[in-house]
């Protein structure tokens, strides 16, 4: 069996020999391992992949924390072949949900995805042919709090792991933001703050802007402003008119966004105050 160990505490001596020493207690096999230790918030981070013979994993688990009991470290160990269960939050704009099924249909994301939620109905057929469960769950302004616990409610009913939101167009309360703390991933296109509110391709296109790019972040209550996962960029010129300019912003969101999933999925990405730490492999 394949494992796949986390870890984030203070860092001092002795972690990564208590790590080793604790994946041999299970009969395993190092078989990956990257470490960070930050100096400015001096947090030390682990991710390690072990080949066991073993095939409880409550058993390698106390296998290994014995090992590490006495350095005080909260470590996890899951099987690496069990995939995250994700819930999709979306509106109207599909091109984020349509890459996400078609990677996931494709066997490229390594998770589940038990359900779709949307504020309008627009994608149920979409969502559906895909064999997925479409809920959809309306928002007003007075009926938030209600909306948002029918999503805490399906969120333990399909024991998710963690959410999307594939161009939710609504804000998350702070209540829902810390209920899921480091458990919801957003995306969105890269001109902020710059460029706020409808249209800003063709905002950035008025000031002559040369990049376009999209940023992938966990959710708080600080709006769009929480742990970057992942960011890319493409070059732009004066040639480029605003609907060229959105189309490029749709594809770089697509593939941001399916990066931040995957690395949150295999456990590569470790908060460190308000930055993120991500072991690609």
């Not at 930050?38 to 924390?65: C, K, N």
């Not at 732009?236 to 008119?241: A, Q, S, Y």
Request: glycine share 6%; with cysteine; net charge negative.
């Amino acid at each position: 069996m394949h494992y796949v160990l986390t870890l984030s505490c203070p860092d001092h001596p002795g972690i990564v020999r208590a790590i080793a020493q604790g994946a041999g207690a299970a009969d395993g096999n190092i078989t990956e391992s990257a470490q960070f230790s930050d100096p400015v918030t001096g947090l030390f981070s682990m991710r390690v992949e072990l080949e066991s013979p073993w095939e409880d994993v409550d058993a390698v688990r106390s296998a290994i924390t014995s090992a590490v009991h006495e350095l005080g470290m909260h470590l996890q160990i899951r099987p690496r072949d069990e995939p995250r269960r994700m819930l999709i939050l979306v509106s109207k704009i599909d091109h984020c949900l349509v890459d996400l099924l078609y990677r996931w249909e494709r066997g490229e994301l390594p998770v589940d995805i038990p359900v779709v939620v949307s504020n309008h109905e627009d994608l149920r057929e979409l969502v559906e042919r895909h064999g997925i469960e479409f809920v959809h769950v309306p928002v007003t302004p007075s009926t938030k709090p209600e909306a948002e616990a029918q999503v805490l409610a399906l969120v333990e009913q399909h024991r998710i792991d963690f959410v999307v939101l594939a161009r939710y167009m609504q804000v998350l309360s702070d209540d829902l933001c810390r209920s899921l703390s480091g458990r919801v991933i957003n995306i969105h296109h890269s001109f902020l703050p710059g460029f706020k509110g409808a249209k800003p391709y063709h905002q950035a296109h008025a000031r002559g802007v040369k990049l376009i790019g999209a940023t992938a972040h966990y959710v708080t209550a600080e709006l769009d402003e929480g742990p970057i996962i992942e960011q890319e960029v493409v070059r732009v010129n004066h040639t480029r008119t605003p609907e060229q300019m959105v189309a490029l912003g749709r594809d770089v969101e697509r593939l941001v966004l399916a990066r931040a999933v995957t690395a949150h999925a295999e456990d590569r990405v470790f908060l460190c105050g308000a930055r993120t730490v991500v072991f690609h492999p």
